[in-house]
Antibody, heavy 118, light 110 residues
Framework: QVQLQESGPGLVKPSETLSLTCSVSGLSVSEVYFWGWLRQPPGRGLEWLGN???????AYNPSLKSRVTFSLDTSKNQFSLKLTSVTAAETAFYYC???????????WGQGMLVTVSS | QSALTQPASISGSPGQSITISCTGSNSDLGSYNFVSWYQQHPDKAPKLIIC???TRPSGISNRFSGSKSGNTASLTISGLQPEDEADYYCSSYSTDGSYVFGSGTAVAVL
């Protein structure tokens, strides 16, 4: 059974760094597909943050490119997100997901609410 | 502001068919067949129901169907059922290498 689970601090101060980890079970993060991060402000729509590939290469949403970094830890079967200099507008549910082709994510984590507030 | 435009809400009676439109541009829907649709129930993660314009993943009801013409994609739900009440989002690949989402459509089953 495939499961993805986001973890990390649920509260981050403005201007600080948001860090989340996605733990994967039932699949290997080093297999042929790729892994994505997406977010959804409460009551609003979805936004793609980017992908990380088994090679470790990443593709980022151009709107975030200078502030976002992904990493892959094959030994722990996890991948991670770091987003620097966050603002209150980035309060959202953050999801990790498996990507199988462009704009196609078939397995999702349950989502984690991260609140940006002092 | 979302890159793809969807109607805010659509309603229908059980058994009816409804169609949700998703309008983009030549930079996304008009150039690629990487179009997906997601269903999201309250407090749940999105669920993939259509990929590659019209392909249903395994386990998805054939009551869901997708199509595309020019810069507009569509999701049709046939034989509307109470459990179809949810938010629906379209998504597409874009020429800048990003994935863009629609604004979302709330479907109500009356």
């Amino acid at each position: 059974q495939v499961q993805l689970q986001e973890s990390g601090p649920g509260l981050v101060k403005p201007s600080e760094t948001l860090s989340l980890t996605c733990s994967v079970s039932g699949l290997s993060v080093s297999e042929v597909y790729f892994w994505g991060w997406l977010r959804q402000p409460p009551g609003r729509g979805l936004e793609w943050l980017g992908n990380i590939y088994p090679s470790g290469r990443s593709a980022y949403n151009p709107s975030l490119k200078s502030r976002v970094t992904f990493s892959l830890d094959t030994s722990k079967n996890q991948f991670s997100l770091k987003l620097t200099s966050v603002t209150a507008a980035e309060t959202a549910f953050y999801y990790c997901a498996r990507g199988v082709s462009a704009a196609t994510f078939d397995y999702w984590g349950q989502g984690m609410l991260v609140t940006v507030s002092s | 502001q979302s890159a793809l435009t969807q109607p805010a809400s659509i309603s229908g009676s059980p058994g009816q068919s409804i169609t949700i439109s998703c309008t983009g541009s030549n930079s996304d829907l008009g150039s690629y067949n990487f179009v997906s649709w997601y269903q999201q129930h309250p407090d749940k993660a999105p669920k993939l129901i259509i990929c590659d314009v019209a392909t249903r993943p395994s386990g998805i009801s054939n009551r869901f169907s997708g199509s595309k013409s020019g810069n507009t994609a569509s999701l049709t739900i046939s034989g509307l059922q109470p459990e179809d009440e949810a938010d629906y989002y379209c998504s597409s690949y874009s020429t800048d290498g990003s994935y863009v989402f629609g604004s979302g459509t709330a479907v109500a089953v009356l």
